[in-house]
């Protein structure tokens, strides 16, 4: 199929209508997962024509779901080949894969009971686009901690990945405000806990540490403390204090959109030579490399397509 | 029109796609008021052919999109035209009315600034449907306090009315488990909030309190406390305490689309006879006789369909 005419080249998804160009992709403005934002998402990379770490989104997903009580009526495989097939779809080899479990509305009419909803599976495949842009990276992100505290992990579990970005929101409009890329949140006791779609990570005296607290599991953030096991570098998931933070060698950021992003400016500090640090700068070139070795890779199965 | 011809008779809502049949209301699955919940609503009721405090409803729209820098193309009185539109397409003498404003999604691609994004604004209108089914509000409603703390006011302004009810939603499901209609959720230091949808009163020693934090500034909370003033009720908004909550002589809710809803358990506690307290009932009747009599009423412009 020629690309130009493929109505796919921006992006298939699979919604309750079906397989349909994104720009179909649609929800009801009565669907639950919108009005509540009662849903649970996670979004997988797909690298030179295979996913990465598909297995553990998978997991992750299913966790989140479990935690919230929803219950698509695809199985695990059925999902699975969903996803391969709107890559497939996209013909894209170079992709970013959501999936979202949203719990619909209610098939009685008038219940205000999670319960009596009947929910759904949506997922989409888009072209890969970074979220930190090519610019910001050579130069290393600039960091805004935000005055905005991070939701306590009581009113919500942060391990389930969500759409409820309010805080986060706050946290990136003040970091704009101030001529900054991107914001991580404290929470109200003072540690530092993630930011708006990624981890964060410090670097003290070769030691590599990451939030134990206020922040999803990242399957990224995972990558990277697997790859510090590798290189024998230390590293570890601790309660950080804003001082911490503050005082860092070095500041990364770590995310499945974009993956490791060294940080060059926090607030009004100049980190190193205002450019990546070097153990950040070692992790960002390694994490690309083992991908191009084959690491944790799921081909995609681009003739799912035909097999239509 | 005749009733069975109608498209509309089940609902009818604006998008962008323009005045659309309920059924057909969608929003992008890419549409940051979805995957952020990056938006703010606000519903009105409508009551045998009119509004109820429509102005007050815009007013608080109004000061929620300052709060969240959301600002659709729509002027004040362009969407208000919208909401009278909707109600006159469906026909309805009783509705629930609708409007979001929505981040929208990014104009320049693969940008993740709010202020890069073109927001939009979406209403609907639907069939009155009381959020306390008929047999609950005779009895009296059995509220259940959840062990879910409150998303604090400082991490997210509970005086804008969002989607974001994760907090809630964990509420909703426990009292359910514990055959409960519904939840309040205190926050993390013990003081009472709000539940899934509407504000909380107790009645103690004659005098009516709602809280003070953690919720939102309900319009049907604030007709609640002008009855009281009307009635020479002592009335005020203040901290309140879980176990001056578990003490009280009365509870009682308030939502739009429900009006006062008397408590008449509470937890392991039996309120009063099991049955809506006086105090409450007097309430809840002088509510809806006040509609009757024309309170804050605007009625809705049954010919701007026609002059479509």
Chains 1, 2 share one sequence.
């Not at 493929?6 to 349909?20: H, R, S």
């Not at 669907?31 to 770490?53: E, I, K, L, N, P």
């Not at 070097?278 to 070795?293: E, G």
């Amino acid at each position: 199929m020629n690309d130009t005419e493929n109505p796919y080249q921006a992006g298939a998804a699979f919604t309750q209508d079906g397989f349909v160009p994104i720009g179909e992709a649609k929800i009801s403005v009565l669907d639950w997962g919108f009005t509540r934002s009662d849903c649970t998402y996670d979004v997988v990379h797909v690298w030179q024509g295979a996913f990465f770490r598909l297995g553990d989104h998978l997991d992750r997903f299913e966790a989140s779901m479990a935690k919230r009580r929803l219950a698509p009526p695809q199985t695990r495989a059925e999902m699975e080949d969903i996803l391969h097939r709107l890559v497939a779809m996209t013909g894209l080899r170079d992709s970013y894969v959501a999936m979202v479990a949203l719990r619909g509305r209610p098939r009685v009419g008038g219940s205000r009971r999670p319960a009596d909803c009947d929910n759904h599976f949506i997922a989409y495949a888009l072209p890969w686009i970074d979220v930190i842009p090519p610019d910001v990276q050579a130069r290393g992100g600039h960091l805004w901690i935000a005055s905005t505290p991070r939701v306590p992990d009581a009113s919500f579990d942060p391990a389930v990945k969500n759409y409820m970005w309010g805080d986060l929101t706050s946290g990136l409009m003040e970091a704009h405000d101030h001529g900054f890329d991107t914001a991580v949140l404290c929470d109200a006791q003072g540690y530092v806990t993630e930011g708006p779609g990624f981890n964060v990570f410090i670097v003290k005296d070769g030691a590599v540490l990451t939030p134990d607290r206020g922040s999803l599991g990242g399957i990224t953030r995972r990558s990277v403390i697997e790859l510090c096991l590798d290189e024998g570098i230390p590293a570890s998931v601790a309660p950080i204090t804003r001082q911490m933070l503050e005082d860092a060698d070095e500041v990364f950021t770590a995310t499945t959109a974009g993956g490791v992003m060294p940080i060059a400016r926090l607030n009004e500090r100049i980190l190193g030579n205002d450019r990546p640090g070097p153990l950040s700068a070692r992790l960002k070139n390694l994490y690309w490399r083992r991908h191009a070795d084959g690491w944790h890779r799921t081909p995609v199965r681009y003739d799912a397509v035909v097999a239509k």
